[in-house]
């Protein structure tokens, strides 16, 4: 096993990023890929958890705005979480990674409850644990879910992946070819300037819980066996202690 940064971490995925260029549901290509990809970093060693978004099937915000009361309309986005998870877990078995789903809401014919001490001892033995259906709680979203998990866990990073957004910009790069990248940046900063990291409770919760974060693009190819081994990608948001100011990186994307 190669030299690792970092003992155990947590992978927060979009749904989208199971849909690949069908933007809806999941396409089998996208679902390799990213099974692919997490294979890579457990190969590492690295004690991994991994929180997955539903997007790709529900959205509790949309369904909210067509009328539907807004518990329920979070409740199905957790099914979403679940299927999501049951599907990536069936694509990291194919491809012999050993893995465990644990869900906030009980579906035990399909999954296990999310029990802390047993999701640690999972990753303890080597088992990539899928965390499903959010907090099990409405009003919060999976990325609070990844940040709730990753502190239960004593992980040493959050994995915050992006579709075709390398980290952390002053702009939106997809729109405006000045937007300039951070290197790194702390979480203050990041909430100050409202900055696309995370929800701002989850990005709250990390500050608080001094959780550093690595905001990265998946299909970059191998970038999560990279950042595990310790390179620089993406962009870090951090506490600041270890750095005077968080840099910016100069020009254009």
């Excluded at 060693?45 to 009361?69: D, I, T």
């Excluded at 979070?74 to 893995?99: C, F, P, R, Y």
């Excluded at 999310?114 to 999972?122: L, N």
């Excluded at 239960?152 to 992006?162: A, F, I, T």
Aim: glycine share 10%; charged share 25%; net charge negative.
């Amino acid at each position: 096993m190669a030299t690792t940064k970092y003992n155990r971490a947590l992978l927060k995925i979009s749904g989208e990023s199971l849909a690949g260029d069908r933007g809806f549901g999941i396409d089998p290509t996208a679902l390799q890929f990213v099974a692919g990809q997490i294979k890579k970093a457990w190969f590492l060693g690295v004690q991994l958890g991994v929180v997955v978004g539903g997007g790709n099937f529900w959205r509790g915000v949309e369904a909210q705005e067509e009328g539907m009361e807004r518990a329920t309309a979070d409740h199905a986005g957790m099914l979403a979480t679940i299927m999501n998870s049951l599907a990536l877990q069936d694509a990291l078995e194919k491809i012999g990674v050993v893995t465990r789903t644990q869900t906030a809401l009980e579906v035990t014919a399909v999954a296990e409850p999310y029990i802390r001490r047993r999701a640690i001892r999972h990753m303890e033995k080597g088992r990539i644990v899928l965390f499903a259906a959010g907090t099990g709680s409405p009003y919060v979203t999976t990325d609070t879910a990844a940040a709730l998990r990753g502190v239960e866990m004593g992980v040493d990073l959050l994995l915050m992946s992006k579709n075709a957004v390398d980290g952390v910009y002053d702009k939106d790069p997809k729109t405006d070819p000045t937007a300039k990248k951070f290197d790194q940046l702390t979480y203050i900063d990041a909430l100050n300037r409202r900055l696309n990291v995370m929800d701002a409770t989850a990005l709250s919760f990390c500050m608080d819980n001094d959780l550093p974060i690595i905001v990265f693009d998946l299909y970059n190819p191998d970038v999560i066996e990279r950042i595990l081994s310790g390179e620089n990608a993406g962009t870090l948001v951090h506490n600041g202690k270890n750095d005077s100011d968080a840099k910016e990186i100069q020009g254009g994307t």
